[in-house]
């Protein structure tokens, strides 16, 4: 019996091996842990954009979800604590062609990297910021983070977080970002979709995905079932696209809203650096562009 | 699956059809492809993997439409599902 199954085993590879660097298997994510879903949505969305493979770079700060970057087979980079955006920024702008991901959780990006998020957003710098939002600081033993809900319970708030989360969606939308969605980890269509287009997006995206942490922050507020959390957040959420992101409040005891917030254009910050350094705008404030030198041979 | 009356062109649809196959080792054990498998093909079994977890097991295949929906839900990149070609 077992050695018929261990026959199955290795007949085929599956379809994300391609991508994955298979000798690190398994990840060190918790089982259960909505973070596997969200990168598996990554890499089937890295494959349905139909970008070269080449071209796409995934950076990533530190965090359970920091470890992204180090399990996947592409061009990647593990940086310091909350210095994603900046690392990547700076790849972006050395390799303009190319496609850089951002994936890091609520504590890396919106914590200690809360300015580089600010300032990338509004640059407008043409990134793709996916953050996977668990609600505390998983790794290092589940303290408070940010995102961490009001009156919620983590090792640094035994009684209660006393302090009101950030609305990640409304603080991109706010900074300038031009694509801005939130699901929850069970949405995986829906995210693959709101991944590719953020991807095939020009400017600064953001996805947000909220995603269990059955063992420290479902663990110390009473649901230390991965299923249980996992259908707590899907069963509360509601589906508003389009809607102001400040209206999109994440109200536990009634309805989490997610949906694709914000999709508008606005100029990259390549697209304006450019602008600035062929000299061919006029003197601030007017900016007015200037007539075009003739050509010489026009000219006479 | 039950309709509340029968599609006009019920015999002319062909429904995909699909199997699934499992990494035993990779599983933590989550549940999460047996919870929301929309055809109930997997159960999970009561032997272990290497790594001490319960693995799900199929159940009945010939339930699978091949709707990817456990591979892309699987933290843990242990369950896909291939087409059968149609006989046609």
């Known amino acids: 019996m077992s050695a018929q199954r261990r026959k199955k085993k290795t007949s085929q590879p599956h379809p994300q091996d391609e991508l994955l660097r298979t000798d690190r298997l398994p990840h060190i994510w918790c089982p259960g842990c909505g ?106 033993g589940g303290q408070q983070a940010p995102s961490t809900p009001f009156g919620a319970k983590t090792t640094t708030s035994p009684i209660g977080s006393p302090e009101q989360p950030f609305n990640f969606c409304a603080l991109a939308a706010a900074c300038g970002a031009v694509y801005v969605a939130r699901w929850t980890a069970l949405h995986i269509r829906r995210l693959t979709v709101s991944i590719t287009e953020a991807m095939k997006k020009p400017g600064f995206s953001f996805v947000e995905i909220l995603s269990p942490c059955p063992t ?39 309805n989490l809203v997610v949906g694709k917030f914000v999709d508008t254009e606005r100029p990259t910050f390549l697209d304006s650096y450019r602008l600035i350094n062929r000299r061919e705008l006029g003197d601030w404030p007017a900016l007015e562009p200037k007539v075009p030198i003739p050509d010489k041979q026009v000219s006479g | 699956m039950k309709y509340w009356r029968d599609p006009l062109d019920l015999g002319a649809i062909q429904v995909s059809k699909g199997r699934v196959i499992i990494i035993e080792g990779r599983c933590k054990g989550c549940e999460f492809c047996v919870t929301y498998c ?11 993997n290497i790594k001490g977890y319960h693995f799900p097991e199929v159940v009945d295949e010939s339930m699978c439409v091949n709707c990817h929906f456990c591979e892309s839900l699987c933290p843990e990149f242990a369950i896909f599902s291939v087409a059968i070609p149609e006989k046609n």
């Open chain 1, 35 to 140: 973070i596997g879903t969200a990168f598996s949505c990554v890499i089937t969305a890295i494959k349905k954009s139909e970008i070269p493979l080449d071209d796409i770079a995934m950076v990533s700060g530190i965090g359970c979800t920091g470890r992204m970057a180090g399990y996947i087979k592409l061009d990647s980079f593990h940086t310091t604590h909350g210095r994603a955006i900046p690392f990547a920024t700076g790849l972006k702008l050395a390799h303009p062609e190319g496609s850089v991901i951002v994936t890091s959780g609520d504590g890396d990006l919106l914590a200690i990297g809360g300015n580089h998020f600010i300032h990338a957003a509004r640059r407008n710098i043409d990134l793709t910021v996916i953050c996977v939002n668990n609600f505390n600081y998983g790794m290092t």
């Open chain 1, 216 to 254: 420290s922050f479902g663990r110390r507020n009473r649901i230390r079932n991965p299923l249980e959390l996992v259908q707590f957040y899907h069963e509360r959420s509601v589906i508003r696209n389009n809607i102001d992101p400040q209206e999109a409040a994440l109200d536990f005891n009634n």
């Open chain 2, 38 to 48: 929309p055809r109930n093909v997997i159960q999970m079994s009561k032997a272990f």
